[in-house]
Structure formats: structure tokens, C-alpha cells
């Protein structure tokens, strides 16, 4: 979303504020010459209220939703996950039949290996979920651009000329 503004840091304070309101956190922020880039993480019941009460600090030149289902993504690893819970469970079942210490380093080797990919999985899993529940609301509070008189005339003068060779 991109709002014009008359002054950046009093509305900037102001979307601060609309953010610890609706629970949201600020991941990135960056000042520019005549704007402010703010990226937030709204929860997702908030966000259409949340982008309703940004609207209102001043003219939205710019705003659109993105949606992007990562259903599929949670589903593979979910069934990644089952697959290495059950080689971890047979790995184990092998350790204790172990005849030999070459039989014992060889399942414990591949048994740390069979889980360090699974909780590496049950980490992208949490991600994937925590993503989820949040949504990401890029805003740009850009400076309203105040014109001077030489800017009103060329501005005037471009009006009319494209009204002498435009007729609807």
C-alpha cells in the first residue's frame, strides 16, 4: 500500500501506534529522501481493518492484496515428516538389535542423520504455520509534493494542451 501524507514522521508515529494496537510487529523499516518503507506482520484477522485505518492517514495512491496458498508446501512436509518419524523408529528398533559395535556407530550415524533432517522439516513446518496466522503489509508513506507557482502553470498548461488534442 502506498498513502500520500503532508508529513512523514507524525504519520509515521501514527501507523506505529495503528501496529502495537492491532498486535503487530514492525520486521523492516527504512527512510528514504521523501518516504518512509515500513514492512509489518499484522495477524490475519486484523489486516482488512488494519489496512482500512492506514487508508484514513491520507490519499492511497497504491494498494493491493496478494494471496498465495501454501497448503501444498504444509502437506509435503507433513508427509516428509511421517516418512523419517518411521526410518527414526526402525533405526531405533535396529540400535537395539545391534549385534556388534560397527552395526552400533553405523545406526547411530545414520540415526543422527535421520534426525537432524527431521527436526530441520518440523522447524520449516512451524515457520510455514507461523506465517500463516500472519500477514506481511508493505506501506509506503510517501511526502505529498507541494507544487510552486512555476510547477502550478506547467501543470495548468499541460491541462489545457492535452485538452487541445484530446476531445473525449
Known amino acids: 500500500m502506498v498513502v500520500e501524507v503532508e508529513s512523514l514522521d507524525p504519520a509515521r508515529e501514527g501507523v506505529l ?3 502495537r494496537g492491532a498486535e503487530a510487529t514492525v520486521e523492516q523499516e527504512r527512510r528514504e529522501e521523501k518516504a518512509v518503507v515500513i514492512r509489518l506482520r499484522v495477524p490475519e484477522p486484523r489486516l482488512e481493518t488494519m489496512l482500512d485505518s492506514l487508508a ?13 496458498d501454501r497448503s501444498a508446501t504444509a502437506a509435503d512436509l507433513d508427509a ?7 526410518s527414526r523408529d526402525r533405526l531405533r528398533g535396529l540400535y537395539d538389535r545391534a549385534a556388534n559395535v560397527t552395526e552400533v556407530v553405523a545406526v547411530e550415524r545414520e ?24 500477514s506481511t503489509l508493505d506501506l509506503t508513506l510517501q511526502q505529498r509534493l507541494v507544487l ?21
Open 80 to 86: 516428509r515428516i511421517k516418512n523419517l518419524v518411521a
Open 56 to 68: 484514513g492517514r491520507g490519499h492511497v495512491t497504491h494498494r493491493s492484496i496478494t494471496a498465495e
Open 148 to 168: 510552486g507557482p512555476l510547477g502550478v502553470v506547467v501543470k495548468g498548461a499541460t491541462i489545457v494542451i492535452s485538452r487541445l488534442f484530446i476531445w473525449r
Open 111 to 134: 540415526l543422527a542423520r535421520v534426525q537432524g533432517e527431521l527436526d530441520g522439516l518440523e522447524a520449516q513446518l512451524r515457520v510455514l504455520r507461523a506465517q500463516a496466522t500472519l
Open 17 to 19: 501506534r495503528l501496529a
